[in-house]
């Protein structure tokens, strides 16, 4: 089954490395890329033949659609008359709907809408999937195996993919904000900046450890940390008397409505 993927930004170029990381034949990847100095980069990089948008179309038997959410309709509309029934376009962009990109493929080709994230680089990646109108269950399983190349991959119906998208769409950027934020208190604290970085590094990646083979919950994971009178408590009550949690809420809520608002076109 030969796959392409058109528009190899951040997450395309993701997608990619995870397919030739997992054992894909390159000979079965394409990609569509218009400037030709990053389609020389990536036939380098990967060996991967980068070719225009509609070949992509033409010859895929999957076509991932991997360009900003503004671009999609042009996309789909320059591709449109390329695709016949029997082949799957999946969307890996944020907001545009399944009925979007239905409405502008011919009758017969199945759609799946993703939500990845890019610690799919590191093959940790969280990628949520939708189904369109007319896929069905084999539709699923290559997009489930196509995803899974780069790490979990968990079935939604797709009323959630905007608070999934809000959450860990977007979450990585989160987390690394939190990281950033952490290390640069440790140097006002008057740590080296690269202590300060590998403290706050090993620390993540150990509570992230302890999250996944404990199964605990966060909050039995966080009074373990809270000694009574301690220092934990201390550093906790500012954090709620800096109303961090009603932030992360409306953070999550401002990026839920701008996947809404990506439908719309805006
Ligand atoms: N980055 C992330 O963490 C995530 C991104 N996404 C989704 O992935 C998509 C891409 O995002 P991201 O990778 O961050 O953005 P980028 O801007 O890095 O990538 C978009 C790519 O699409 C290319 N492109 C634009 N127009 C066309 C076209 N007509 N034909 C072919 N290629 C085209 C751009 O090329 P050029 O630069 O030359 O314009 C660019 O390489 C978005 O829809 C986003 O919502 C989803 C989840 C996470
Ligand atoms: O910021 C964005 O719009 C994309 C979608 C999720 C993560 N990055």
Redesign the pocket.
Known sequence: MSTAI???????ETLLSGLVRAGRRVDQLMV????PE?ARELEERYGVAVVS?REAAAKADTVAL????Q??G??LT?IAPDLRAGQLVVS?????TTAFIESHVPEGVAVVRV????PALVDEGMAAISPGSHCDESHLAEVESLMSSTGKVLRIPEKQMDAV?AIS??G?AYIFFVVESMIEAGVHLGLPRTTATELVVQTLVGSAAMLRETGDHPVVLREQVTSPGGTTASALRELEVHRVRAAFLAAMEAARNRSRELAEGS
């Open positions: 058109i528009g190899a930004g951040v997450m395309g569509g890329e218009k400037r990053r948008n991997v360009v900003k959410p671009d999609m042009d996309v320059e890996l962009a944020a907001g545009i939500m990845p994230n890019t998208t769409g977007s990585p």
